[in-house]
């Protein structure tokens, strides 16, 4: 079960292994191999939003950002198994993001939320949105009306998600975000000085020159790609929809400690 509180950085290394949002993950090294190798190969649907240009036509140099920065095996001969995220670079991140969150706590900034994971990180999501408004951000509120070839962008609990058929949809397309952005200039509301994501929602805002941060599993490198050029901000490696969404409960709790935002 989730640990209670707010764990020290051990127990939630601990924690992340024993859960595996980190350590011996679900996701198998085949699948994790084949996305690099369409990313590399150009498949936008890979890019998450993010314009790599010929950059990162290499495998092998996808393969060794992601043995950096998220921790799977970096043996190029490695091709087939079990594969790993390495739990200390997921705490690192995390305490990248929050300094980043502490930022826009003390300027008071605008910040957006979303997530085509609505499975797994929706609650953590609107938990940190949650602490962010209680410390005097704005917190945007998306248009109404927007949609997308795959559903409608909605808003739920202060977290953009895309609905489809009455169910809130699994999505990693940049085109949720792209809609939300254009929406809002043509209402003549500004942008968000900050957004909190995942995949392609966080990599389109990063691209269109918006402050970002975002969870991204290991099967999904562009963000890891677009934190090692610098035009996202913070990518935080993870398994983005293990058995329980409460057990990300800890790393959330850690993550509001470490940006000065947890309830007193």
């Not at 058929?165 to 942008?191: D, F, Q, V, Y």
């Not at 968000?192 to 020159?209: M, N, R, S, T």
Request: aromatic share 6%; charged share 25%.
């Amino acid at each position: 079960m989730p640990i209670p509180g707010t764990p020290s950085r051990a127990e939630l290394v601990e924690h992340l292994v024993r859960t595996r949002i980190a350590g011996d993950v679900a996701t198998p090294r085949e699948n994790n191999l084949s996305h690099y190798r369409e990313l590399a190969n150009g498949n936008r649907h890979y890019w998450l939003g993010l314009e790599l240009g010929d950059r990162w036509s290499d495998e092998q140099d996808v393969l060794a950002v992601m043995a950096e920065r998220v921790g799977v095996n970096d043996d190029p001969g490695y091709r087939y198994g079990q594969d790993t995220i390495d739990p200390d670079l997921t705490v690192d991140a995390l305490e990248r993001m929050a300094a980043r969150l502490r930022k826009a706590a003390e300027g008071g900034q605008r910040v957006l939320f979303a997530t085509g994971h609505p499975g797994g990180l929706l609650h953590v999501h609107h938990e940190t949105a949650r602490a962010l408004r209680a410390a005097g951000c704005e917190i945007v509120v998306i248009p109404d009306g927007l949609q997308t070839d795959e559903g409608y962008v909605m808003q739920f609990a202060d977290v953009a998600v895309l609905e489809h058929g009455a169910t809130l949809w699994h999505t990693h397309s940049p085109e949720p975000m792209r809609a939300i952005l254009r929406g809002l200039e043509g209402a003549g509301r500004p942008l968000p000085d900050l957004v909190v994501a995942d995949h392609g929602w966080a990599g389109c805002a990063a691209q269109l020159g918006i402050d970002s941060v975002g969870y991204a599993d290991s099967n999904d490198p562009a963000l890891f790609l677009g934190e090692a050029e610098g035009t996202l901000q913070v990518a935080v490696p993870l398994d983005d929809h293990v058995l329980s969404p409460r057990y990300y409960d800890p790393m959330t709790a850690y993550l509001l400690e470490q940006a000065g935002l947890a309830e007193s």
